[in-house]
C-alpha cells in the first residue's frame, strides 16, 4: 500500500530510503490498530467493499449541474489520473486540479487545502 499510494516510491526509492520506508510501513500499521477491536469492523469492511461493487453512476455524472472540483496527485496508484480526466470528461461543470503527491496529496501539497477551500468558499458552501 505504500507504493500504491505513491508510485515514486518504487522498489529503487524503497531501496534508496530504506529508514524512511520503514517509517511509512510502520505508520500504516498503526492506523490499521485505530478500532481494530470494534466488534462490527470486519462485516463493515465488507459491507463497504459490496457497496463499491454495486455503485454504478458514471453514466449518470452528466446530469451534475453544479460546479465540481477535482482533486488528485499525479502519483496516485490507488486513483489514477486517468480516473479523474474520466471525471472530468462527464461533468461539463467540472474542473481538475493535480497537486505534488500521492493517495495522500492534500497531506503533500499544502496549496491543495488551500485551493479546496477557494472552492468551497466560492461556491459559498463554507462561510
Known sequence: MVELSDKRRDPAWQAAHQREFQALIDEMLAIRTV??????????????????????????????????????????GVAPVENQEALLRQISSARMVLFEGGHLFFMQDPRAFEEIITFLKEGDLIP
Open 35 to 76: 478500532g481494530a477491536d470494534e466488534p462490527g469492523k470486519v462485516i463493515g469492511a465488507r459491507r463497504q467493499i459490496e457497496a463499491r461493487q454495486g455503485h454504478a453512476t458514471y453514466s449518470r455524472l452528466p446530469q451534475l449541474t453544479m460546479p465540481v472540483l477535482i482533486c488528485g496527485g499525479p502519483y496516485n
